[in-house]
């Protein structure tokens, strides 16, 4: 049986003041959830930041961010080497790239940073549209199309979208995975303001018991698929 290499995916979004960066917007939040081999293995990055400019009256109805709540949070150089180590080059999965790229990457070039390249970012906005070609494909809409549950978010936060764009995505590409659901909790639904409760959890180190293994294969014989039972032939030769 080939072993597959772990391959090390990144969730990201940002929320900013604004729409447009050449017009004076900034960054105030970016979250990042890991994902390995399409599974979320509890590590996070997560910072609130100082814009160093006003939040619209709009942008506040949005994120819930205030100019008051973020006055004494790091401005975006003083958290740029921290951000930059946790995504260590990895692919980006990220809901209409072009936007927070062009955020990322303008913060970056003022400090004078290399950029992030579109070649290492996934944009989940066009995978829908190639797969729902003339429907809502916003997050809130794919979130609807797949099932998703978004009760746990009032206000539009970084991390909450993150653990949703890692549910979409995953749906995207082929369907859920196991050991990641919001119905096994990964989001607390207890969620106040812009404090957001994580439950993280352990993957499993242990080898399944022949017991296990005899179950699963009960299982899968059970399936209408006569492929599953040429996997099971090939990894016991």
């Known amino acids: 049986m080939t072993i597959q ?3 090390r995916e990144i969730v990201l979004d940002t929320e900013t003041t604004g729409l447009n960066f050449e017009q004076g917007d900034r960054v105030v939040d970016i979250a990042c959830v890991e994902l390995v081999n399409h599974i979320a293995t509890g590590k996070t990055y997560q910072v609130y930041i100082n814009p160093e400019r006003e939040m619209s009256e709009e942008s506040v109805q949005i994120t819930g961010l205030t100019n008051e709540y973020l006055a004494d949070k790091p401005v975006f150089r003083e958290i740029a080497d921290d951000f930059l180590r946790f995504i260590n080059n990895d692919t980006l999965i990220i809901h209409n790239a072009k936007f927070d790229i062009s955020f990322l990457n303008g913060e970056l070039e003022l400090l004078g940073k ?3 390249q579109m070649e290492k970012v996934v944009d989940t906005l066009d995978i829908a549209r190639k797969k729902f070609p003339g429907s809502p494909l916003t997050l809130d809409a794919l979130c609807r199309r797949f099932n998703i549950d978004t009760s746990v978010r009032s206000v539009h936060g970084a991390l909450i979208d993150c653990y949703l764009l890692a549910e979409v995505y995953i749906n995207l590409m082929g369907g859920r995975q196991g050991g990641f659901s919001f119905e096994e909790s990964l989001l607390s ?6 404090d ?4 993280q959890y352990i993957s499993r180190c242990f080898k399944p018991s022949n017991d296990e293994i005899q179950a699963h294969e ?7 698929n006569a492929r599953w039972n040429e996997f099971i032939i090939k990894d016991h030769n």
């Open 5 to 7: 290499e772990n391959v």
């Open 114 to 116: 290399p950029l992030f």
């Open 189 to 194: 639904t207890e969620t106040s303001g812009n």
């Open 196 to 199: 957001i409760n994580i439950r």
């Open 218 to 224: 009960v299982f899968l014989n059970t399936l209408n």
